[in-house]
């Protein structure tokens, strides 16, 4: 991640965090501690009111259950830190508002315990749901085994109802509804121009609490699943397995933390926006999230109650819903769909503001009606909370709620349509580039089109009524949640991608993920269309014989979307590790975040951006979302991706050494930076220059770095005044032997090119063995020369010479040295002697024209040496020097052998003697 | 605790950007959204209520009937009622406390704070007191449930409502906190404190007048 120092004077007068960082398994062993006493001070606090109240039985096992996930869920959150700040302040310490100890981060560890930079939250967000999706996935492939046939094939009815249950739960809450929270996370801060979200502790905690809820819907299985489904209605809910009550506690859990995201989004969008950014110049993202987190905030409240009374009726033995008693289980449902049914939305709304970004960029169109899309969004918000009952037609509650219910869904296909047809509107007559999110956006049309039209049927009273509790009410909800939401959540994340990791996906792999789940998604709900409509129940494990061939094509369907989530995966993963560097602005969006470095730096902006028009202006000639400025230490002035600024590294011998070039590639990291390379070689060999200049640019360039070079016939100081007309630079970077041993140093070249520039001049000290000795790199090919006799022929080096002009390259040279009988005798020490003075005349001259080299001379035949070469020094290529006369096919044989997959090469370096009698 | 954000000046001599929503800072905004979200959870709360009062004759409301006596259960107006006024007022003096702030009066303002917090105490107590004395249980009817659900959670309100001006209490105490000019927790604590207020006024009005 690109960091630069803390912009932020604060960190001179925080407190308490000049410590140095604690180890990741400090966070970790607290978490557990604290979770384990969580757990047990909930087992003892039920026991101690059990007892204080006089209960006959005190053992009763609903009550600690709920006891102990609540305090063990707390617990966790507490014992991982997430209230360390919050403590200090409530104790009266003098803490500090902007502290950034948390801020950040720059290995693997600092992604598992809290941090408050908004683009680690998200990332964590991304990495945890996408498990989430992974254990929903899985339990969907049981649900489909159990199907596959007609009878009862791996679960009996109730293990079967605990399958799909805990998918819906786990896909809901686990996966669908975070997932957006971790994407916006991400992006939104960076799209209107913030530093972070207004309340970055607030943020951390909100993910924390995702884990335990997690953790919880995991469990649950093994202490009984629970099987009333994701709606959980009594009294079903109420008599079910114990599962039941660590699904009542796990949405709280969930619930806290959108609540938590949402008013933490609402705030940072009312109040951090950019200079310029007003609410019309707002990507429709931000719309679409600053409206869902209103959702969040107003309806998740409602599904909470509605948990508590379920809970408090199993646990305590209250009466909400046991009619016999005055309770009341059509309530329950109207509490809980007053959440969500809204919850749909909060599932689908930012999904919209997801296409609407992919959909413009890569129509290179403005998008068309962004008022109407913005209008929309916020009219679906609105009369979502009027259409609750439309989930209950049949369920017997007042029947003159019906019809308006009725009229209020149908009304909202309204500005669904204005939706689509916007969308519609803007891929018209574009110039239409079908990357991954693009291909993704497409399908998500196609198939929300599909679901919202069986949303019709089941919105109109007469349909529903026969339609209710079949597949076809299965069918149509994963028309909407997975061809909706999910596709849209794919979009989002191969969009951002490069954004995110700093790193490109593979567009191959992405469009055969999208073909395998397109195919596989529709292969297996398509068919249930039909289902439902002649009549199969759903929410039952066995079914009648007549539905038995279908079912079974549904199944063998839904693999496919197992095969393309793995492609996904290996994709996902393999990119993030070893994928090519991703540019600035990939896509050529318009938007904030894409006017920043990928990943961006550690606050995002270096100095406040200024918003001047709207976000999808694509092809109006001179429009323009906003400039973002480079801060200070950049030369100030605006900060874009084409206009990197440039460093002048000046380097004669020194230019092709690794300490050298790992500086050059640190700051390429930080992404503002480009290189201009001189070498100044006056009365040196230009040849030999040129050859380590092309070594150190061929490195730079395996890096993905902006590198150019030239060789000048210039001192130092004329060189750099040379380079300094045609191209500013911000910045010198001056590369020098040690002190004693560098001839710049001795004629104060440092203060001189300071003088001379006016810039900075920042010095780069080599030792001599590191400029000479070879880098590291997949660009510079390795040979190991094996040569005795012909170590002291000028064809061996100008063969060497001649490879290094067509491809950089570094040389070990290995002389074998075979003494036959013991190894004391004078003459033995007089050959020794001879060998290695040849080895380092010629290592001296290759280095002298510009190759680097080193070797040694090695105790044994060719043979051992070409192990060597490739064991030792693992060398791309070995050459295999001889006169004709000596030239063996048997040895060569022998070497090609012992080096393996290694190439073996064989010079004869006096090509024209003639050959030697065989036997030589 | 929300953060307030001040506007930041960074060792490079730009200014952060500074707040859009003149006039409130950013705690306040969340309070105020929070409160609007807790709002949203009595009223999950008070739909039970109506709902299962909906279902039961008027006549035969609230469906309690003491045991030994035989008649109807009476919510305790007058008691409650008394109680009532103890919540109302300490919401004039947590005003009063803030008042004093402004005036930079710090003596006020802690005076103010104690009286509002042993008001807030006051009113647990009467309500605990209240629960060992109405003679029914949660588990008796939904009406039980309902009740006790109802006014539990708003209990639990006060609680997190007196929390919060302990710790402000805590703060102008240890480290001197809050200023004419900023005191974001403190406003955002007593805003809290007035929304508990407002619940259990309807509260009383629905649960124990009509």
């Known amino acids: ?920 | 605790m929300a953060a307030e954000h001040t506007a930041t000046v960074s060792s490079h001599g730009d200014v952060a950007a500074p707040g859009r929503g003149a006039g409130i800072s950013q705690g306040m905004l969340a309070m105020i959204l929070f409160i609007g979200s807790e709002a949203m959870l009595f009223a999950s709360f008070f739909t039970a209520y109506f709902m299962v009062r909906y279902n039961i004759a008027e006549n035969d409301w609230p469906p309690i009937k003491d045991l030994a006596t035989g008649e109807r259960f009476e919510p305790p107006v007058l008691g409650t009622g008394v109680n009532t006024a103890f919540l109302v007022f300490s919401s004039f003096t947590v005003w009063y406390a803030e008042h004093r702030l402004k005036h930079g009066d710090r003596k006020g303002l802690e005076r103010g704070l104690i009286v509002t917090m042993l008001l807030g105490a006051t009113f647990l107590a009467v309500q605990i007191n209240e629960y060992v004395h109405l003679g029914f249980t949660p588990q008796d009817q939904a009406y039980g449930a309902a009740f006790y659900t109802l006014t539990g959670f708003h209990g639990l309100h006060v609680f997190v409502g007196l929390t919060l001006l302990w710790i402000c209490y805590l703060r102008i105490k240890r480290a001197h906190d809050f200023t004419p000019q900023w005191a974001t927790p403190l406003g955002a604590a007593s805003l809290y404190w007035h929304f508990v207020d407002v619940v259990w006024v309807f509260l009383y009005v629905v649960v124990y007048l009509i």
């Open chain 1, 1 to 920: 991640m690109a960091t630069h120092a803390p912009t932020h004077a604060h960190t001179d007068h925080g407190h308490g965090h000049h410590a140095p960082p604690k180890p990741l398994w400090y966070w970790w062993k607290r978490a557990i501690v604290w979770t384990i006493s969580g757990a047990l001070a909930g087992i003892a606090l039920v026991f101690f009111f059990r007892w204080a109240f006089g209960f006959s039985n005190l053992w009763e096992p609903e009550s600690y259950y709920t006891a102990i996930a609540s305090l063990a869920g707390i617990g966790f959150v507490i014992g991982i830190g997430c209230f360390d700040w919050w403590w200090a302040y409530l104790r009266g310490k003098h803490v500090d508002f902007e502290d950034h100890s948390l801020h950040g981060a720059k290995t693997w560890r600092d992604y598992l315990r809290p941090n408050t930079d908004h683009k680690v939250i998200g990332i964590q967000y991304m990495v945890a749901v996408f498990t989430f999706f992974v254990v929903g996935g899985l339990l969907a492939e049981l649900v489909r085994l159990e199907l596959a046939q007609p009878g009862f094939q791996i679960a009996d009815g109730e293990t079967y109802n605990g399958y799909f249950s805990a998918h819906a739960t786990v896909m809901i809450f686990g996966f669908v509804i975070p997932s957006f929270a971790g994407l916006a996370n991400y992006v939104l801060p960076v799209m209107i121009g913030a530093k972070d979200m207004a309340f970055p502790r607030l943020n951390a905690l909100s993910f924390w609490l995702l884990l335990p809820a997690g953790a919880m819907l995991a469990i649950a299985p093994f202490v009984g699943a629970f099987s009333a489904g994701w709606t959980a209605y009594p009294p079903l809910a109420v008599q079910g397995t114990t599962g039941q009550t660590l699904f009542e506690v796990a949405v709280q859990f969930a619930g806290a933390s959108s609540i938590a995201t949402a008013l933490n989004f609402l705030v940072t969008i009312m109040t951090m926006r950019a200079p310029g950014m007003t609410v019309w110049r707002m990507p429709l993202l931000v719309w679409a999230n600053a409206t869902t987190s209103g959702l969040v905030v107003f309806g998740t409240p409602f599904i909470a109650g509605s948990q508590f009374m379920t809970l408090f009726d199993r646990v305590v033995g209250t009466n909400f819903f046991n009619a016999a008693n005055g309770g009341d289980v059509i309530m329950y449902q109207h509490v809980f769909w007053f959440y969500s049914h809204p919850a749909v939305y909060i599932m689908m709304l930012p999904g919209f503001g997801i296409i609407s970004e992919v959909l413009s960029t890569f129509s290179r169109k403005p998008i068309f009606g962004y008022r109407a899309l913005a209008f929309s969004t916020v009219a679906i918000a609105l009369l979502g909370f009027g259409v609750w009952a439309h989930h209950m037609f049949v369920s017997g509650m007042a029947s003159w709620l019906r019809i308006p219910m009725m009229i209020t869904t149908i009304i909202i296909a309204v500005p669904t349509g204005v939706k689509i047809f916007s969308w519609l509107g803007t891929i018209w007559n574009g110039k239409i580039h079908l990357k991954t999110p693009m291909i993704w956006a497409l399908g998500f049309i196609f198939t929300f089109v599909i679901g919202g039209l069986s949303g019709v049927f089941l919105g109109t009273l007469t349909t529903d009524i026969a339609l209710t509790d079949t597949y076809f009410v299965v069918a149509h909800i994963h028309y909407v949640f997975f061809g909706g939401s999910v596709f849209t959540i794919f979009a989002g994340t191969y969009y951002w991608f490069p954004k995110m990791t700093g790193r490109m996906y593979s567009e191959t792999l992405g469009k055969w993920h999208f073909w395998l789940t397109f195919i596989g998604f529709n292969g297996t709900f398509f068919p249930q269309h039909w289902l439902g409509a002649h009549g199969m129940p759903r929410r039952v494990a066995d079914y009648d014989e007549r539905f038995a061939d279908l079912n079974l094509i549904i199944s063998l369907f839904s693999l496919f979307m197992v095969a393309g989530t793995l492609v996904f995966f290996y994709n996902m993963i393999w990119s993030w590790r070893s994928g090519p560097k991703a540019p600035w602005n990939p896509w050529r969006g318009r938007s904030l975040e894409w006017l920043v470095s990928s990943p961006p730096s550690l606050f995002n902006f270096d100095a406040v951006p200024q918003v001047v028009g709207g976000p999808y202006q694509y092809g109006i000639p001179g429009a323009r979302h906003a400039v973002v400025y480079a801060g200070d230490h950049l030369g100030g002035g605006e900060l874009t991706e084409t206009e990197l600024r440039t460093v002048l590294v000046v380097a004669n011998r020194t230019v092709a050494s690794s300490s050298l070039l790992d500086q050059v590639k640190a700051r390429a990291e930080e992404g503002y930076w480009r290189f201009t390379i001189v070498v100044p070689a006056k009365g040196d060999d230009h040849r030999a220059a040129d050859r380590r200049l092309q070594v150190a640019l061929a490195v730079l360039a395996e890096a993905g770095i902006d590198a150019s070079g030239t060789v000048e016939d210039l001192g130092p100081l004329e060189a750099v005044k040379r380079i300094l007309e045609e191209e500013p630079a911000h910045e010198v970077m001056l590369a020098t032997l040690p002190t004693g041993q560098s001839e710049w140093m001795q004629q104060d070249m440092i203060d001189r090119v300071r003088k001379a520039s006016g810039i900075a001049v920042t010095r780069v000290i080599v030792r001599g063995d590191d400029a000479r000795t070879a880098v590291r790199s997949a660009a510079v090919q390795r040979i190991a020369v094996i040569a005795n006799d012909t170590l002291g022929d000028a064809g061996l080096v100008s063969a060497l010479q001649a490879r290094a002009d067509e491809r950089p390259l570094a040389a070990v040279v290995l002389c074998p040295l075979s003494l036959d009988g013991p190894g004391w005798t004078d003459d033995a020490d007089k050959v020794r002697d001879e060998a290695t003075g040849r080895t380092r005349a010629v290592i001296q001259r290759l280095q002298d024209s510009g190759i680097q080299a080193h070797g040694e001379v090695i105790d044994g035949d060719p043979v051992a040496a070409a192990k060597i070469a490739r064991s030792d020094y693992k060398v791309d290529t070995v050459l295999v020097c001889s006169y004709r006369r000596d030239s063996s096919e048997e040895l060569l044989g022998q070497v090609r052998a012992a080096a393996g997959d290694t190439a073996v090469e064989h010079v004869v370096v006096d090509a024209e003697a003639p050959a030697a009698p065989s036997g030589a």
